[in-house]
């Protein structure tokens, strides 16, 4: 038992650190080692960059942001060198992988250099991460609207027009999201596929061999470790809200525009020639079909896989297949819509 609990406790140390090598390129050593400590978190965590661009007056901005997940508790330097006026160093770090730094420890009450660094990091994660997610919370990036089919029914002069649409999540920012969470964020445990197959097991073995002592049912309750309630923001993923959510995780800030609510405003409009006749607006409600606003605490309900999920952080649930579909009805001269090219729907600003 002893052997283990030792290579339990091995395997949690090796999941959040990991030893790397790793050169830094540098007008001075300091900015060398600077980047040498960047590459090192690269190599481990990965790097998630969004850009912004923004018109102010005739005047273009630029932005990009750039987050490394992780920490280096450590590092020693191999060998520095100088070639052509760059300073080059090669180090070895000792990389923490827990990649948002919620809560700092040490013994006793001095504040020493590594807390007060430790303190420095989590700071710029924390900054960092908020304006990344901010960058992806903008409805309009999230959000696309397809026509599905239209229907034409002449009345000589006049013609009405029955439109079908949906909105739908763009694949793009779906992916970008996840890639997000996954780069930035700790994962969440909602619990796993894998407990639920020893509880089966468990109970298979109990109907199949009585005379079997509980050990599949001991190996099951070891296995179902009571996530902790968390007050950080995550985000989560699943195919439909009928399926079970596939991930999640802890992202720390929450994106208030798309979690809005679940009224999609539209706009149509007809594409002519010579400009765009507006057909009205519309408010699509998406029925939970795309996301859903989780507390701590909430149980939702898979209807397809019959399972019950408690979330014990507040966040979004986002579903990669959900879609909400709306249909609009409008009439128009005859020949005007003889002369359109194209009949649109836009997503309105929420905020």
């Known amino acids: 038992m002893k052997w283990l609990w030792l290579m339990l406790s091995l395997a949690v140390t090796s999941a959040q650190s990991a030893e790397v090598m790793a050169t830094g390129f540098g007008k001075t050593v300091d900015d060398a080692l600077q980047n040498a400590k960047t590459a090192a978190l690269e190599q481990v965590t990965g790097t998630f960059v969004t850009a912004q661009a923004t018109l102010e007056g005739d005047r273009h901005h630029s932005r990009t942001d750039q987050y490394n997940g992780g920490l280096i508790r450590t590092h020693q330097v191999i060998s520095v060198a100088e070639e052509d006026g760059l300073i080059i160093m090669l180090i070895k770090a000792d990389v923490d992988t827990d990649k948002v730094n919620t809560v700092i420890s040490s013994t006793g009450a001095e504040i020493t250099e590594t807390v007060a660094d430790q303190l420095e990091k989590a700071r710029d994660d924390f900054e960092k991460t908020r304006r990344i997610v901010a960058a992806l919370d903008e409805p309009a990036q999230a959000f696309a609207v397809r026509v599905t089919k239209v229907r034409y029914r002449n009345r000589g002069e006049m013609t009405d027009v029955e439109v079908d649409g949906e909105v739908v999540f763009n694949p793009k920012w779906y992916d970008d999201v996840r890639l997000m969470a996954r780069t930035i964020g700790r994962p969440v445990d909602i619990g796993s596929a894998w407990r639920e197959a020893l509880w089966g097991l468990a109970a298979l073995t109990?109907?199949?061999n009585p005379l079997i002592t509980g050990t599949a049912f001991s190996i099951a309750r070891a296995a179902q470790v009571t996530p902790k309630a968390s007050e950080e923001y995550m985000a989560c993923f699943g195919k439909d809200n009928g399926w079970d959510v596939d991930e999640c995780y802890e992202i720390r800030h929450p994106?208030?525009?798309?979690?809005?609510?679940?009224r999609l405003p539209l706009a149509g409009k007809l594409v002519l020639d010579d400009g765009e006749m507006g057909l009205g607006r519309?408010?699509?409600?998406?029925g939970w079909q795309m996301l859903l606003n989780v507390q701590v605490g909430q149980r939702i309900y898979f209807s397809k896989n019959g399972k019950e999920r408690k979330f014990l952080n507040p966040g979004i649930v986002l579903f990669e297949k959900g879609k909400a579909t709306f249909q609009h009805t409008f009439s128009?001269?005859?020949?005007?819509?003889?002369?359109?090219?194209?009949v649109q729907f836009d997503l309105l600003s929420r905020i």
């Not at 128009?332 to 194209?342: C, H, L, Q």
Request: overall charge positive; cysteine-free.
């Open 255 to 262: 994106m208030p525009r798309i979690m809005g609510g679940h």
């Open 282 to 286: 519309l408010n699509v409600d998406s």
């Open 332 to 342: 128009e001269r005859t020949a005007t819509i003889g002369k359109a090219t194209n």
């Open 206 to 208: 109990a109907i199949v």
